[in-house]
């Protein structure tokens, strides 16, 4: 994982072994010999009054002080938090980035979009009064029983103030959500709502079954209880208002611009990255014909697909394959040297405990500032047993689709970046996350892993493309619903279309777009990678020099998930706007 949105919408371990700071690739790119400790002081405190805003996030990356806190998202709370943003991010403007060192700008550009979104989100978007998911999303007592970083009656406690404070966050949550939301708002709120609900009353005290019957087990059990019977009423309250849903969840050009550029540090013309997002999916498009045909000459590019599809393992053998495939891909990754393994640490590859089966597959690593020692799993959840025997076999994904997930997931994806952030002693570069950043990186993996030839097998190239696919797919359908006019319908056409998908899938994928605009991160952040790796190899060539992948591989992981663009700007100073 990081915890995507796919997961907490239902759709959305490692410790460190030694700390460097970012290093230069190459002696063309060299940090700049400045520092500026005031700098320090105030990014040190941007990144506490963040974390006290929003104390579900510290709780993720390990910081305990936070636990059982949920941010003040009442009327006041939030015009609190705004204001807060908005001095903060006034303060560290107030820095030239040419006085601060090479660190010391990637912080502030994190800083600087972690903040922007919290502010747009809440002025622009206007989330608190619109999306309902905006209040169920954080209820999230996963951190509290995934992992015993602490005694199991401390986190009880945890949970038990987390619970009692929830009845009091759905009020003000119906306080401030206007009378007509979004439809498909709606309705992904009230799964979340039902799900949270069920999780709070069934597998949230069967995960803590251990704990001894008296006073403060009853507590435990009884502020589940008043959780689940708001949670209840949350989804009354969204049923009721089913009735004055509307078709309203367009940005708009100008807004969809603006959040690019403010929350993920992409600055470019919406234009040219349509362009360039089609341009990919038209070259994976005749990949994906050319690898169709060397699998089934004589057959349709769809039955290829289809056949590739039809290759599972058996429920009883997903595990032992995924595991076997992360070790093989592993191993590939040293035999060709290809990045940086910054420890003997791995992702226990596990079935997917029944109280975290919210997605099919996906990896859970330990916050990178826990003090004890935590492991990373690679969670992959088996089908329900009570679905038809034909529904269970759909639901497990077929060889090829899963070795991609596992690259995507564990070597070199996510697992790896978050060994590598284990190895920063920079605080916010550990605690700060950027969407196009960590599936940018994770999703350019796959296709660096394919053309660094681990397979010459069409039918292993046909699950890469349908990958880079399904997320050309997201990237169009983003721009298009938010920018252009199409439809939720138009939208599903394009999925089964163009990324080969069923209509069960292409449903749920086009109703995601409506809400989770920034699901063009994948897309849009791998081919920023690209874009930077040919212009340093182009650079590199000019000069005489061989260019080195593992050092760029090493030192875009240097900069945890500081935006794409501050990473670019440290990597390619006489070029750092060419995003794409």
Not at 54 to 61: D, G, H, L, M
Not at 239 to 263: C, W, Y
Not at 453 to 481: E, K, M, T, Y
Request: proline share 7%; with cysteine.
């Amino acid at each position: 994982m990081r915890r995507s949105l796919a997961a907490l919408a239902l759709l959305l371990a490692c410790q460190p072994t030694q700390t460097v700071a970012p290093t230069p690739a190459d002696p063309q790119v060299a940090p700049a010999e400045v520092n500026t400790p005031a700098f320090d002081e105030v990014a040190a405190k941007a990144l506490d009054d963040y974390f006290a805003a929003r104390p579900n996030a510290a709780v993720e990356v390990g910081l305990h002080a936070y636990d059982g806190k949920l941010p003040d998202f009442t009327a006041d709370g939030l015009k609190a938090q705004v204001s807060m943003a908005a001095a903060t991010i006034e303060a560290l403007e107030a820095f030239d980035p040419k006085a601060l060192d090479d660190v010391q700008r990637a912080e502030r550009a994190a800083l600087l979009t972690t903040l922007e979104e919290l502010r747009f989100r809440v002025e622009v978007l206007r989330e608190p009064e619109k999306n309902p998911m905006f209040y169920v999303g954080i209820l999230d007592l996963t951190p509290y029983v995934s992992r015993d970083y602490a005694p199991l009656q401390q986190r009880a406690e945890a949970i038990i103030a987390f619970a009692e404070a929830v009845p009091a966050h759905l009020t003000a949550a119906k306080a401030n959500l206007q009378p007509a939301l979004p439809r498909t708002f709606i309705e992904t709120a009230l799964i979340q709502a039902r799900g949270t609900a069920s999780f709070a009353r069934t597998d949230v005290p069967a995960a803590m079954k251990a704990l001894p019957e008296g006073p403060l087990a009853d507590r435990l059990a009884k502020a589940l209880e008043g959780m689940a019977t708001a949670l209840d009423g949350y989804a009354g309250y969204l049923d009721e208002a089913k009735g004055r849903a509307s078709d309203d969840f367009a940005l708009g050009p100008e807004v969809f611009a603006r959040m690019l550029q403010t929350t993920q540090g992409v600055d470019v013309d919406l234009g040219q990255l349509e362009a360039v997002i089609r341009a990919d999916l038209e070259r994976n498009l005749a990949a994906m014909k050319a690898a169709a045909a060397k699998l089934s000459p004589k057959k349709s590019m769809k039955a290829a697909i289809d056949k590739v599809h039809a290759d599972k393992p058996k429920p009883s053998k997903v595990i032992a394959e995924a595991t076997e495939q992360s070790v093989r891909m592993k191993a590939f990754l040293q035999e060709k040297d290809l990045v940086t393994i910054p420890s003997d640490d791995e992702a226990l590859v596990v079935e997917t405990p029944p109280f975290m089966r919210w997605n099919a597959a996906f990896l859970s690593s330990a916050g990178v500032f826990e003090t004890k020692p935590l492991p990373s799993f690679y969670y992959i959840s088996p089908p329900d047993p009570s679905w038809p025997k034909a529904k269970q076999r759909a639901y497990i994904p077929d060889r090829a689709d899963l070795l991609f997930i596992t690259i995507h997931e564990v070597w070199p994806g996510h697992f790896l970046h978050s060994l590598h952030l284990q190895r920063s002693d920079s605080r916010v570069l550990k605690a700060l996350w950027n969407y196009t950043t960590g599936e940018g990186w994770a999703h350019y993996t796959e296709e660096m892993m394919w053309d660094a030839g681990f397979s010459d097998d069409p039918a292993i190239h046909v699950g890469q493309l349908q990958n880079a696919l399904l997320r050309n797919v997201r990237s169009l359908c983003a721009i298009g619903l938010h920018t252009q006019g199409m439809s939720v319908e138009q939208c599903r056409q394009m999925f089964v279309d163009l990324a080969f998908q069923s209509e069960g899938n292409a449903e749920q994928e086009a109703r995601r777009g409506t809400f989770d605009p920034m699901y063009l991160a994948y897309t849009t952040g791998k081919l920023v990678i690209k874009k930077m790796r040919a212009d340093l190899q182009a650079k590199a060539e000019a000069d005489g020099v061989a260019f080195d992948l593992k050092a760029f591989h090493d030192r875009v992981l240097s900069y945890g998930a500081a935006p794409l663009s501050a990473i670019r700007a440290g990597l390619v100073p006489d070029d750092p706007g060419a995003l794409l």
